[in-house]
């Protein structure tokens, strides 16, 4: 009897986004999906987890090979259920998927993803795990493009030895097929965001406030970059690491004297 691969898949921009869909029918031929993902959308969560309310699950779609469940929580909170509760008799999936992400995660967005956040908590079971990501934030994003980086990608992660843990977070630019140059393994990109806050009135006269901003390349002239690859044309692919560690920081503090 075949083993066929268990593929588990979320995202954060809820069960319902086209990318989810998208994502799913693109490896649905590789093997039986799992998918969990957050009722509404949580964009923003990064490694978010929920302590303080319940968790529900709802099935929402039941096919041969294909389960697809609701949850009320975050996307991490949709890894840790699908992994400790919902996959029986000690199953573990062969590969994660987080996405399509409906917006960029290069550079420090990776800190703030909750795709990626869902992403980072796969590759802590020692599961390949790879965040997918477009550069388009519309609702109903052609998709065409990035399926096509996807299966080249999925299958490297599941057949060549990369290591454990593995977490790859891949941006595609918002380019035609023909635009892209290729696929360029390269680090994240130095940076931060400036956030701006926008003070605004409601209809009764109170005062809110809403978050605007703008990313600050502090490398701007480097080319080994996930900014520089999606400028240039090309789907960027990082491996993430979570220690965060700085090495040489560490080397001195040990040189120092504490007294």
Not at 39 to 52: D, F, Y
Not at 72 to 84: M, R, S, W
Not at 234 to 259: A, C, R
Request: glycine fraction near 8%; include cysteine; hydrophobic fraction near 35%.
């Amino acid at each position: 009897m075949n083993h066929k691969p268990l593929i588990f898949i979320t995202n954060d921009d809820g069960v319902r986004a086209k990318g989810l869909q998208k994502l799913i029918e693109t490896v649905r031929p590789l093997g039986r999906i799992v998918a969990v993902a957050p009722e509404e959308g949580q964009s923003g969560m990064s490694h978010a987890i929920t302590m303080t309310r319940p968790l529900y699950l709802k099935k929402v779609t039941e096919q041969e090979g294909l389960t697809i469940y609701g949850c009320n929580g975050t996307p991490v909170d949709c890894v840790k259920i699908a992994f400790d509760y919902l996959l029986q008799n000690g199953e573990t999936p062969d590969l994660v998927l987080s996405g399509i992400n409906h917006g960029a995660n290069s550079a420090v967005n990776v800190l703030y993803s909750g795709t990626m956040g869902a992403a980072i908590e796969g590759s802590f079971y020692n599961i390949p795990s790879i965040g997918f990501s477009l550069l388009d934030h519309d609702e109903d994003a052609d998709f065409g493009t990035v399926q096509q980086y996807i299966l080249p990608i999925v299958r490297k992660a599941m057949t060549e030895n990369l290591g454990r843990p593995l977490c790859l977070n891949v941006n595609v630019p918002n380019l035609p097929a023909e635009q892209i140059r290729g696929i360029m393994p390269c680090r994240q990109n130095r940076g931060y965001w400036r956030e701006v806050f926008e003070r605004r009135q409601d209809p009764r006269g109170h005062d809110y406030y809403w978050l605007c901003g703008y990313f600050e390349n502090t490398e701007p002239e480097a080319t080994d970059t996930d900014e520089w690859a999606l400028k240039n044309g090309y789907v960027s692919v990082v491996p993430i690491q979570v220690d965060l560690t700085n090495y040489e920081q560490l080397g001195q503090l040990k040189e120092l004297k504490f007294e």
